[in-house]
């Protein structure tokens, strides 16, 4: 069964690094989706994206977040200098068309990310 | 801004009982309410509920949405310990799905 793959697993890194995390989506998807967890909350909505370009970012998305695709498989997102609290679990989601009532997204297993 | 929000927050029973989870909400331009189970890493779809009144089943797990009052409900009947773990709902809105916080449901032998 396909499914939505994110490397590394987990990543640590020194305050104000920057990271990239990395996600495959399924080979026919169209939307993807960055959300994270930080540990012990809610799963929270960072941004969508489609067509190569943001259609939605929540007030977390900042700027130093940002998002490409810079090929034909990976999606990734970036943490231009990471802070404390930036450590969470990072998914990646991916859907094959806009969500609708038919349809859903899929999750890949997280990258869990600290930031010493 | 968009609100979901479950209870309870934490339930521990023995196996072969029967648990109800809550869910309600408040969102905009709602679409469609989603339920995930997430046990050690990503949440795993379980169920989609658009209309009110209809139940989706799936073996021993049922969930119902109530679009009037603005909640729903994920019933798991004659559990067993492999259905320990975090229960979350999530409101598809407009392009992005809110989640709350979980239900962390704990099966005792």
């Known amino acids: 069964e396909p499914e939505v793959t994110q490397t590394p697993s987990h990543q640590v890194t020194q305050m104000g690094q920057e990271v990239i995390l990395r996600c495959v989506p399924i080979?026919?998807?169209?939307?993807f989706y960055w959300y994270r967890q930080i540990l012990g909350q809610k799963v929270e909505f960072l941004v969508s994206?489609?067509?190569?370009?943001?259609?939605?970012k929540s007030e977390i998305f900042d700027d130093q977040f940002s998002v490409e695709r810079p090929d034909g498989s990976n999606f990734t997102l970036k943490i231009r200098s990471t802070k404390l609290e930036d450590s969470a679990m990072y998914f990646c989601?991916?859907?094959?068309?806009?969500?609708?009532?038919?349809?859903?997204?899929?999750f890949g297993p997280g990258t869990r990310l600290l930031v010493l | 801004e968009d609100k979901v929000v479950q209870s309870p927050l934490s339930l521990v029973v023995h196996e072969g009982d029967t648990v109800t989870l809550n869910c309600s909400y408040e969102v905009t331009n709602f679409r469609s309410l989603l339920w995930y189970k997430q046990e050690k890493k990503a949440p795993t779809f379980l169920f989609m509920l658009?209309?009110?009144?209809i139940e989706k089943k799936s073996g021993r797990l049922s969930s119902i949405l109530d679009k009037k009052e603005l909640f729903s409900i994920l019933n798991i009947t004659a559990t067993q310990t492999g259905d320990s773990a975090v229960y979350l709902c999530a409101v598809l809105g407009n392009e992005k799905l809110t989640f709350g916080t979980g239900t962390r449901l704990t099966i005792i032998p």
């Open positions: 080979s026919n998807h169209l939307y």
């Open positions: 989601a991916s859907s094959l068309t806009r969500l609708n009532t038919q349809e859903t997204q899929y």
């Open positions: 658009t209309s009110s009144g």
């Open positions: 994206f489609y067509n190569n370009e943001i259609s939605e």
